[in-house]
């Protein structure tokens, strides 16, 4: 590349094919015969290439605060009927703070990337026929492409990695929460496209 636009060129506004393109000026090193001076084309640009590594779908990244495991408890004691005594309340714990040691004030905690896989087991309780635990795992991610990130750590080739909607995703889905799987678990959950 030898120049990119400093602006966008929006195409289609205020329809669902809406589209940004910048532009962006290539030098060919071969260039084929049959090119011409002030023509314009479509050009695919690769940045970076991983070989031989764990990718996750990118639906299935999502991101939690580092005491994950202490809300994924307050809000199942929360489910279950008992409340967290103490100043803050309920609001707080559920935006994500944890009671600091400053006289009781909230504060924010750190988020981390996560992904969950699927287990049978967790905290020694075996999962019924049909379901699994969706159990939260921090990843560390590298490059990307339009469908994939490609993982340096945190999930293992084989592990079950659990997709779905944002909302199912980020708001819903819990650390140890009970999941029903899918026709598509064969199909899909031993790492096949």
Do not use: C
């Not at 602006?7 to 532009?23: I, P, R």
């Not at 639906?59 to 809000?75: D, G, P």
């Not at 996560?114 to 309780?125: A, M, N, S, T």
């Not at 750590?153 to 140890?176: C, F, M, P, W």
Request: net charge positive; no cysteine; glycine share 10%.
């Amino acid at each position: 590349m030898s120049e990119i636009a400093h602006t966008a060129q929006s195409m289609n506004l205020g329809s669902q094919e809406q589209v940004t393109n910048f532009k962006v000026k290539v030098k060919m090193t071969d260039p084929p015969g049959n090119i011409r001076p002030g023509m314009s084309s479509t050009v695919n640009i690769i940045t970076e290439v991983r070989n031989n590594v764990i990718s996750i779908p990118i639906q299935s990244l999502t991101a939690r605060s580092e005491n994950y495991k202490k809300q994924a408890k307050s809000k199942a004691m929360k489910k279950k009927g008992g409340r967290k005594k103490g100043k803050g309340g309920r609001k707080k714990m559920d935006e994500g703070g944890t009671e600091g040691k400053d006289n009781g004030r909230w504060k924010k905690d750190k988020t981390i990337e996560v992904v969950f896989i699927l287990k049978d087991e967790f905290d020694g309780e075996e999962a019924p026929k049909d379901k699994k635990y969706a159990i939260v795992i921090p990843v560390d991610v590298d490059v990307d492409s339009e469908t994939h990130y490609a993982v340096k750590s945190g999930v293992a080739e084989g592990d079950n990695i659990v997709t779905g909607s944002y909302k199912a995703i980020s708001r819903e889905l819990q650390h140890g929460t009970l999941v029903s799987v899918g026709n598509d678990f064969e199909q899909y959950g031993k790492g096949k496209e």
